[in-house]
């Protein structure tokens, strides 16, 4: 019998989605100057709201996590009241929606904020801010163990705060080069303290935040995206492998609403992990539900989900040029091709 990606699935006894077909995170750099969410946001949202479960864009925790212009936030009440009428339309038309925990560490841009730049390692990035490439990175300063303290205990309350805007649940963003994958990888995360050197030390961070929010809003509802082959803002390292071979079991133990590949082509193979795909590492060194991601078309993610790669699917760039990306695929009806110049307008 073949999987059928538009009916029902029941994520844990808490959360049952309409269909496999998930919204990837999407950062659209839309939020007004106070990172409120805004009605056109509202309406960009509720538009997506067939699609079995919405990851809103990532949204930053508090001030220094942020590294691009007009990047939502979760740390003000006009934040949290703003992503409520988000999650509002997302509900009254039928869908459910999980807000994206992000922190991006050592590629935060101090024009945007006062104070450091926070990263595991004094090691920065070359390059400069998209959109606004006058914004050169800077060298980051390495957190200290109690601003690791305050770095959890702000994943927490933007966890809790999510709650508050009628979140279904939250992803915290482990991946793609960001905070908390600076400290699962050798090339960023150079520390000589219980956060660094072995699986165990560079897996710590991730646990605690992972621990810290599902003590908040409960392990049915809370989900993590992590990137085991680094490709962003990140330089591969042989050892790596062996930093997420230790933390996938520790994972699964917590029994979460799902772990989500970070990954723009799924048939990317990395040096680093053996020569596997993102999906095929991830899918190998952890049992619960899985999400796919990367470059996948309604077809490729259905065979992909039929021969048990993963369980679920995200879709991104499709979803940009498609709103109604649900309803075409149910009737074959042909999707309008993704272009980079749609992300000036939410449509
Ligand atoms: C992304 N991606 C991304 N990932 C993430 O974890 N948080 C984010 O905020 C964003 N933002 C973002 C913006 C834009 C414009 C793009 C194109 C991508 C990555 C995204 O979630 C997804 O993994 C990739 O787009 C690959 O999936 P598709 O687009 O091939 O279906
Ligand atoms: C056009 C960018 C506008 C700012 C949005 C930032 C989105 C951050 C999400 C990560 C996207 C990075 C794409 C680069 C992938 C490189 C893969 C080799």
């Not at 990175?137 to 805007?165: Q, R």
Request: aromatic share 10%; proline share 4%; charged share 25%.
């Amino acid at each position: 019998m073949t999987t059928d990606l538009l009916s029902p699935f029941k994520l844990n006894d808490t959360l049952e989605l309409q269909n496999r077909v998930l919204m990837a995170p999407l950062t659209r750099c839309m939020a007004d100057d106070n990172l409120v969410p805004t009605q056109d946001m509202v309406e960009y949202y509720a538009r997506r709201a067939q699609t079995g479960l919405i990851i809103s864009e990532a949204t930053i925790i508090r001030p220094d996590a942020q590294g691009y212009p007009n990047t939502p936030g979760l740390f003000t009440s006009e934040q949290i009241q703003g992503w409520k009428k988000v999650t509002d339309a997302v509900h009254a038309n039928g869908g459910k929606m999980f807000a994206q925990l992000w922190h991006v560490g050592r590629v935060a841009h101090p024009h945007f904020f006062d104070g450091d730049v926070l990263a595991p390692s004094a090691i920065g990035v070359e390059g400069s801010v998209p959109r606004m490439r006058e914004l050169t990175y800077i060298t980051p300063k390495a957190a200290t163990t109690d601003d690791i303290k305050s770095l959890v205990a702000d994943f927490a309350k933007a966890a809790e705060n999510a709650m508050e805007a009628g979140f279904d649940g939250v992803e915290i963003h482990g991946a793609n080069g960001y905070l908390i994958d600076q400290f699962l990888h050798y090339e960023a995360n150079v520390r000589e303290d219980e956060y660094g050197q072995t699986p165990e030390n560079m897996s710590r961070f991730a646990l605690e935040v992972t621990d810290a929010v599902i003590a908040e809003v409960g392990n049915e509802r809370t989900a993590l995206r992590l990137t085991p082959g680094a490709y962003f803002n990140m330089s591969e390292d042989s050892r790596d492998k062996a930093v997420f071979d230790y933390l996938l079991p520790e994972l699964e133990k917590r029994d979460l609403a799902y772990l989500h590949g970070g990954i723009f082509d799924d048939s990317t193979r990395f040096d680093s992990l053996e020569g596997k795909t993102t999906s095929e590492f991830l899918r190998a060194g952890y049992k619960g539900t899985l999400v796919g991601v990367g470059s996948y078309s309604f077809e490729t993610a259905k065979e992909a989900i039929n021969d048990a790669k993963f369980d679920l699917i995200a879709i991104g760039r499709p979803l940009i040029a498609n709103p109604d990306y649900i309803s075409k695929v149910a009737n074959n009806e042909e999707l309008v091709a993704y272009n980079d110049e749609m992300l000036a307008k939410l449509i």
